[in-house]
């Protein structure tokens, strides 16, 4: 089903779908040799989600070249350690830094507030609709599990008046803050993309960081294979095609929107994030689309 501007989803549909999808691939790239992340959380997360195919999936019953035939085993596992590997850098590069304050948006499955080392005195915002939110600090509250920085949770879809809900939870727009949109822009309209980072801009002291990432073609070669590997999933019995969630629409580029903002921006291709990381990018049919992708972050002037 095709997105509007009123839907809404918890973690085995819509959009929730693919935070589940991403967090059974977490789960996977954890468990290998030489891991380049280690998620405790990811597997117990998606089992509490209770969709089969990923379920199985992190429970070993079926592995990636199941779903997406040999060429392919491997990408999806690959894509997103390198991805979080990026993203937890970026939050402990900024808390190096001396950025006690961190906003994850659209936070989904992400669990950096229980898992990364973060300094005393931080404070971490998820931001996520509330059933999201609930099921993820329920899930973790019964594993026994804790945060390791002091964590607020604002639940309010983005699509709402989410700085005012950030700054009643005791956000401080004096303080630099380190923001992450992980996997999220494809799923906005082109215009809501602006309005995300005129709001972050707004809200950013000097001193601010965020990490996001950018097609350059708006997503729409991601749309194209995502279509190809929900045919997979289907046939698993995940009834959920993932081109019908993004937004197609051409995008203002993130780097001269946010160096117009005033931002100092640095940016890496995908590959060549691989490459920092040791791993040879994988040349297949999913990967030609992402090829162009960009790791971007930023350093509030």
């Known amino acids: 089903m095709s997105r509007s501007d009123s839907d809404s989803w918890d973690l085995a549909s819509s959009v929730g779908t693919t935070a589940t999808m991403v967090a059974a691939a977490r789960a996977v790239a954890s468990r290998e040799e030489n891991a380049l992340i280690d998620d405790p959380f990811a597997a117990p997360l998606v089992r509490a989600v209770g969709i089969d195919v990923f379920t199985q999936m992190v429970d070993g019953d079926i592995s990636l070249a199941d ?5 392919t085993a491997r990408v ?5 350690a390198v991805r979080t590997r990026f993203f937890d850098d970026f ?16 936070s989904g499955l992400d669990s950096r507030s229980y898992r990364l080392d ?16 609930e099921f993820k600090t329920d899930t973790l509250s019964a594993l026994g599990a804790s945060p390791t ?3 607020r949770s604002v639940t309010i879809d983005l699509r709402e008046d989410w700085p005012a809900a950030l700054q009643a939870n005791g956000f401080d727009d004096t303080k630099p803050t380190a923001w992450s949109a992980e996997g999220l822009l494809v799923y906005l309209p082109p215009e809501a993309q602006d309005r995300l980072f005129d709001n972050i801009t707004a809200l950013s002291a000097p001193g601010s960081r965020i ?9 729409a070669g991601l749309a194209a294979r995502s279509k190809a590997i929900s045919e997979q999933w289907q046939e698993r019995g995940l009834e959920l095609n993932m081109a019908d969630l993004f937004y197609a629409g051409e995008r203002n580029p993130v780097i001269g929107y946010l160096e117009a903002q005033g931002w100092d921006v640095g940016a890496q291709a995908r590959a060549d994030l691989f490459a920092a990381y040791g791993r040879p990018f994988p040349e297949t049919n999913l990967t030609e689309s992402l090829r162009n992708s960009v790791s971007v972050t930023a350093i509030r002037k």
Do not use: C
């Not at 808390?95 to 006690?100: D, Y």
């Open 67 to 71: 779903v997406d035939g040999a060429d």
């Open 76 to 80: 999806m596992t690959d894509v997103m």
């Open 91 to 106: 939050f402990l590069d900024a808390a190096a830094a001396g950025v006690r304050q961190a906003v994850i948006l659209a």
């Open 118 to 133: 973060w300094p005393a005195g931080t404070v971490v915002y998820e931001i996520d609709l509330p059933k999201v939110i």
């Open 149 to 151: 920085a002091e964590l």
């Open 211 to 219: 990490a996001t990432e950018y097609h350059p073609d708006g997503g």
